[in-house]
C-alpha cells in the first residue's frame, strides 16, 4: 500500500520556507504544497521564479486542508499569525515553526493552540544571509540537524515530523526548549551579535578609512559581513525573543574578551597560546563529525 503523502501549508516564503518547498518537491515528501507570503510582492516573485506551490493570497485558505502547516516568518509575529489560521485548521493537523528561538515561541503559541491540534515546535539548523524565494533551494536542509521540541519522541506528531524533515535529508534531535535555546545562542545567536557589531564599527570609521577597509577586506572580515548581512527583521526578533540566553552568552563572551585583553596588555604570549590552540580543538572535532570541510 502506497504511503499517503502529507499535504503541506507554508506560511513565508523567504529562504528556508522557499527552501521547504523546493525540498518537498524533490524528494516527493507532500501532496499538495499551497503557499501563502504576506507580501504581494513576494508572492509575486515566486510566482515569476516557478515555486513548485499552490499560491494563494489568503492566509486562511491556505491552511485549509492541510496536514502540516509549517510557519517560516520572523517569531515576533508567529502567535499574529496562529490567531488568524488557528480556527481554519484541520482536525488532527500538524503546526510546526522554523524559528531560531523556542521558549519565547511556545510561550507565544501554546494558550492559541486548541486540543485538536498538534504543535511541534521545529528548528532546521540550515540557512544563508539571502532572503525571498529566490534564494531557496532545495539541498538546503541536507545533512544539517533539523530540531524538534517535544517531550515525547514516540507521539504520533513528532514521528510525522520526524518523517518528513529526514525525507527533505536533514538529521533530526529531539530536544527541550530551555537546552535549545542555550545552544542556538553560542553556536548561532551570538556570532551573529558580534558580526553585526564588528561590522557596524567599520561603518561608523570616518570616509577614507571605511573605503579602504572594503577596499582591503581579509577574509575573516568578509567571513563577519556576510553574516551581518543577514535579514534584519528575523534577527532583530531573535534577540528580543532570546534576550535571556543571548544576554547570559554574551556576558561570558564579555569576560573571556577581558582576559584575552589583559593578557594582550601583559604580553601573556603563553595564555594567548593556549586559548588559541584550546579553540583549534574545537573547530577540528566539528570538523570530524562531518559539520564542515576542512
Given at each position: 500500500m502506497n504511503e499517503k503523502l502529507p499535504n503541506i501549508a507554508i506560511i513565508g516564503l523567504g529562504l528556508i520556507g522557499s527552501s521547504i518547498a523546493l525540498a518537498a518537491k524533490r524528494a516527493g515528501a507532500a501532496g499538495n504544497i499551497v503557499a501563502f507570503d504576506n507580501s504581494a510582492e513576494v508572492r509575486s516573485e515566486a510566482k515569476q521564479i516557478g515555486l513548485p506551490v499552490a499560491l494563494v493570497d489568503?492566509?486562511?485558505?491556505?491552511?485549509?486542508?492541510?496536514?502540516?502547516?509549517?510557519?517560516?516568518?520572523?517569531?515576533?509575529?508567529?502567535?499574529?499569525?496562529?490567531?488568524?489560521?488557528?480556527?481554519?485548521?484541520?482536525?488532527?493537523?500538524?503546526?510546526?515553526?522554523?524559528?531560531?528561538?523556542?521558549?519565547?515561541?511556545?510561550?507565544?503559541i501554546n494558550p492559541l493552540v486548541t486540543g485538536n491540534i498538534f504543535f511541534v515546535p521545529g528548528h532546521p539548523l540550515a540557512g544563508t544571509e539571502f532572503s525571498g524565494p529566490s534564494a531557496g533551494f532545495s539541498s538546503l536542509f541536507k545533512n544539517h540537524y533539523w530540531l524538534l521540541i517535544s517531550e515525547n519522541k514516540t507521539n504520533t506528531a513528532t514521528s510525522v515530523m520526524t518523517n518528513f524533515c529526514?525525507?527533505?535529508?536533514?538529521?533530526?534531535?529531539?530536544?527541550?526548549?530551555?537546552?535549545?535555546?542555550?545552544?542556538?545562542?553560542?553556536?548561532?545567536?551570538?556570532?551573529?551579535?558580534?558580526?553585526?557589531?564588528?561590522?557596524?564599527?567599520?561603518?561608523?570609521?570616518?570616509?577614507?578609512?571605511?573605503?579602504?577597509?572594503?577596499?582591503?577586506?581579509?577574509?575573516?572580515?568578509?567571513?563577519?559581513?556576510?553574516?551581518?548581512?543577514?535579514?534584519?527583521?528575523?534577527?532583530?526578533?531573535?534577540?528580543?525573543?532570546?534576550?535571556?540566553a543571548v544576554l547570559e552568552m554574551l556576558q561570558r563572551f564579555i569576560d573571556d574578551l577581558a582576559y584575552v585583553q589583559n593578557?594582550?596588555?601583559?604580553?601573556?604570549?603563553?595564555?594567548?597560546?593556549?586559548?588559541?590552540?584550546?579553540?583549534?580543538?574545537?573547530?577540528?572535532s566539528i570538523v570530524d563529525i562531518g559539520q564542515a570541510t576542512d
Amino acid at each position: 500500500m502506497n504511503e499517503k503523502l502529507p499535504n503541506i501549508a507554508i506560511i513565508g516564503l523567504g529562504l528556508i520556507g522557499s527552501s521547504i518547498a523546493l525540498a518537498a518537491k524533490r524528494a516527493g515528501a507532500a501532496g499538495n504544497i499551497v503557499a501563502f507570503d504576506n507580501s504581494a510582492e513576494v508572492r509575486s516573485e515566486a510566482k515569476q521564479i516557478g515555486l513548485p506551490v499552490a499560491l494563494v493570497d489568503d492566509i486562511k485558505i491556505a491552511v485549509l486542508d492541510a496536514d502540516i502547516v509549517f510557519l517560516a516568518v520572523p517569531v515576533g509575529v508567529m502567535a499574529g499569525v496562529v490567531q488568524q489560521i488557528i480556527s481554519h485548521l484541520k482536525f488532527g493537523a500538524i503546526l510546526t515553526d522554523t524559528g531560531s528561538t523556542k521558549r519565547s515561541v511556545i510561550d507565544d503559541i501554546n494558550p492559541l493552540v486548541t486540543g485538536n491540534i498538534f504543535f511541534v515546535p521545529g528548528h532546521p539548523l540550515a540557512g544563508t544571509e539571502f532572503s525571498g524565494p529566490s534564494a531557496g533551494f532545495s539541498s538546503l536542509f541536507k545533512n544539517h540537524y533539523w530540531l524538534l521540541i517535544s517531550e515525547n519522541k514516540t507521539n504520533t506528531a513528532t514521528s510525522v515530523m520526524t518523517n518528513f524533515c529526514e525525507k527533505l535529508g536533514a538529521m533530526v534531535e529531539i530536544m527541550d526548549a530551555d537546552y535549545h535555546d542555550k545552544i542556538l545562542a553560542i553556536t548561532s545567536h551570538l556570532p551573529h551579535l558580534i558580526a553585526f557589531t564588528i561590522v557596524g564599527t567599520a561603518s561608523d570609521f570616518e570616509h577614507d578609512l571605511k573605503n579602504d577597509v572594503i577596499r582591503f577586506s581579509a577574509s575573516g572580515f568578509r567571513d563577519f559581513t556576510r553574516i551581518a548581512a543577514s535579514d534584519p527583521t528575523m534577527w532583530r526578533d531573535v534577540f528580543l525573543n532570546n534576550d535571556e540566553a543571548v544576554l547570559e552568552m554574551l556576558q561570558r563572551f564579555i569576560d573571556d574578551l577581558a582576559y584575552v585583553q589583559n593578557a594582550i596588555k601583559k604580553r601573556q604570549g603563553n595564555k594567548l597560546f593556549n586559548l588559541f590552540e584550546r579553540t583549534g580543538e574545537i573547530r577540528r572535532s566539528i570538523v570530524d563529525i562531518g559539520q564542515a570541510t576542512d
